[in-house]
């Protein structure tokens, strides 16, 4: 393999109800919140905790059908396993040689950087949020 995968940065869980996970989360597991992003044009709310050098991510839709489409009837799901990246075009190339697709042509600008998710059907069933961070962001995880 020749995709540029620098490391895992975090695991993604879709929940229904932001609050009572994040206290199941800081709580009983006694994981520190290492930020938490609201992002309106996305429609959704995003927690952050600290898990050793990776972060456990909490995102709660703010469209019931989107959260309905994504949860059925659980109160949360293992979503995605996110890998920072270097380059993400060159990583997008590498990874279509290998047939993976992507679930959206043009990355998502989210607060942390810029991403893109791969379609399930391509990459072994599992979704792979593709992520190259901005800024300080950068610098902080080098």
Known sequence: MTAPIGSLHH??????????????????????VARQLDSPELGLRMVFYACGPALVELVEFADPAVAAARLGDRPAVL???????????????????????????????????????????????????????????AQAST
Do not use: K, N, Y
């Open 11 to 32: 695991v993604g869980i879709v929940v229904r109800h932001l609050e009572t996970t994040a206290a199941f989360v800081g709580d009983a597991l006694g994981f520190p």
């Open 79 to 137: 979503d995605h396993v996110a890998l920072q990246v270097a380059d993400l075009q060159d990583t997008h190339e590498a990874l279509a040689r290998h047939g993976v697709e992507l679930m959206r042509a043009t990355p998502l600008v989210t607060p942390l950087g810029r991403t893109t998710f791969t379609d399930p059907a391509s990459s072994a069933g599992v979704i792979w949020q593709l992520l190259e961070l901005a800024g300080t962001d």
